[in-house]
């Protein structure tokens, strides 16, 4: 049941730094770009959270009858390290003595399998960055054009900051505040004009792969100019809205906007992105996610652990983007097991006819409604939880949950089967039944240490070695 009645979704707009409501500016599509991964390595939950935010605000328009199209880019060149030292794709190539687009391969089809996992729709689709480079190279001859892009001494070319006049409207950087020393891309002495210029094309150098001919010779993209071509190609010039994680406003974004606003065909200084939204990062165990920290966590440690990804899917939704969250292994199984409970509760109420009576629809409105406000989904969810205990008849729940559950994403309406054991897990208890057996006792209370880091308790019976899932 789609609500094409139903109350359009607004949003907190980082530039405007208002709440405002996403319309097509067409009348046609709301046409969304999100920052998709960088693939030399797997997307972590954080990540991944960031990309359930295109997903929740896809789901909720199209529950108001809205088309959407959305495009999500893959980066599999340009995206520098920490240290600018090196592409993070040519890095890994290095590391793992690949070739750059086998690593990158392997990990957007990782990345697709990740989101496929959190019911994630797919975008409508994913240009590839090393495919779109003749649309960056249109893009950065444009701005050369046009006076806001220059070839520096080294050969790489950049954007000319000063010339973009409300640089630092999105990210409330001042472009006089900002001083020399910042980490800028580049900044070798001599090369560019202004410190808080960035490269739009970096010329080769000593690199030999992933490298393309142009106009001002051999060399790669910068990141931010991939978004501006990409964006602007698929969505037909000027979109509507525009995803990320909170650090990408800075200065992804904002120079994303200023090399974006110059190249759409307008002459009274309109926006090429009319919303931005950005999502705020995610912790975990109360310590930040990065690969530097040591503290990473992907989908497929959640499915080792006998947890539902979806429970992922649900404790993020316990929770607002705009917050800073901190996730926990025991949240995570509370959550698979009230999946579990709902799950279970939806085929018992299956065995009565729906009924669609206007208490079902005020209540379906009231979550639609939530949902809508800024997405307010830890009202969503509070909302949800009520109906279990509620007074409403059995076939009522069920209506609801059938009407509910395309705007959730949390496949409330499958059947699962209890948590099965994952066949790590099953390896790590028969080798400790072996050792037991072995009276190699040391051995045992190693193995029942690693099982309990996958949160399975062993006790040793009369009968044997029996197991459960901790319950914290
Ligand atoms: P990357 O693959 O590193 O380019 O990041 C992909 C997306 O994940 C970007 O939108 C980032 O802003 C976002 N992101 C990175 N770290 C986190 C985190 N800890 N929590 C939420 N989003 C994140
Ligand atoms: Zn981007």
């Known amino acids: 049941m789609k609500r ?3 109350a359009p979704l607004a949003i907190y707009d980082t530039l405007s730094r208002e709440v405002r409501e996403v319309v097509a500016s067409d009348s046609q599509v709301v046409r969304i770009y999100c920052c ?3 693939v030399y390595r797997d997307a972590h939950i954080g990540n991944l959270r960031t990309f359930l935010l295109a997903d929740l605000v896809r789901r909720r328009l199209e529950f108001s009858g809205l088309k959407v199209k959305l495009v999500q880019n893959i980066t599999d060149v ?19 003595r690949r070739d750059p687009y086998s690593i990158a391969r392997e990990y957007e089809e990782r990345f697709h399998r990740d989101c496929h996992a959190l019911n994630i729709a797919p975008a409508d689709l994913y240009p590839r960055a090393s495919e779109c480079i003749s649309l960056m190279i249109d893009a950065i001859s444009k701005l050369m054009a046009e006076g806001f892009a220059y070839k520096g001494e080294d050969g790489s070319v950049y954007f000319d900051a000063t010339q973009f006049e409300s640089y630092g409207a999105l990210s409330g950087n001042r472009l006089d505040a ?11 002495a001599g090369a560019k004009k202004f410190h808080a210029d960035w490269a739009l094309w970096k010329a080769a150098g000593n690199r030999r792969e992933m490298i393309w001919d142009t106009p001002w010779g051999n060399g ?9 071509a990409m964006s602007l190609e698929y969505l037909g010039g000027k979109f509507d809205l525009h995803i990320g994680g909170i650090d990408l406003r800075f200065p992804h974004h904002e120079n994303e906007r200023a090399q974006s606003n110059p190249l759409i065909e307008s002459a009274n200084g309109d926006e090429a992105v009319t919303l931005w939204l950005h999502g705020e990062h995610l912790l975990f165990e109360g310590r930040k996610m990065s690969k530097s920290s040591g503290n990473v966590v992907l989908v497929k440690d959640v499915v080792e652990r006998g947890i539902d990804p979806l429970a992922l899917r649900f404790c993020f939704m316990e929770n607002r983007y705009r917050s800073q969250m901190d996730l926990s292994w025991s949240s995570l199984q509370a959550a698979h097991l009230v999946l579990e409970r709902w799950r279970k509760s939806y085929q018992e109420w299956l065995t009565k006819p729906a009924i669609h009576s206007e208490l079902v629809g005020k209540k379906v409105a009231e979550i639609a409604h939530h949902f809508g406000e800024d997405l307010d989904t830890p009202q969503v969810m509070l909302k949800l939880r009520a109906v279990e205990k509620s007074t409403l008849e059995p076939g009522e729940k ?10 959730l994403g ?3 309406l499958q059947i699962r089967t209890s948590r099965e054991l994952p066949d790590q897990a099953k390896k790590l208890i028969d080798e400790r039944a072996k050792a037991r057996r072995d009276r190699d006792f040391a051995k045992s209370d190693e193995l029942r240490d690693q099982l309990a880091a996958l949160g399975i308790e062993v006790r040793d019976t009369s009968g044997g070695q029996e197991w459960s899932w901790r319950i914290n």
């Open 4 to 6: 094409a009645d139903a």
């Open 220 to 228: 790669f993209p910068g990141w931010h100019i991939e978004c501006t």
């Open 178 to 188: 900002l001083k020399p020393g910042h980490r800028y891309e580049f900044t070798e």
């Open 36 to 38: 998709g991964p960088t």
């Open 398 to 407: 069920r209506a609801l949950f059938e009407a509910i559950d395309p705007l």
């Open 78 to 96: 340009g995206h520098m390290s920490e240290d600018f030292e090196e592409d993070k794709i040519i890095a890994a190539s290095k590391a793992e």
């Open 410 to 412: 949390l496949n409330l």
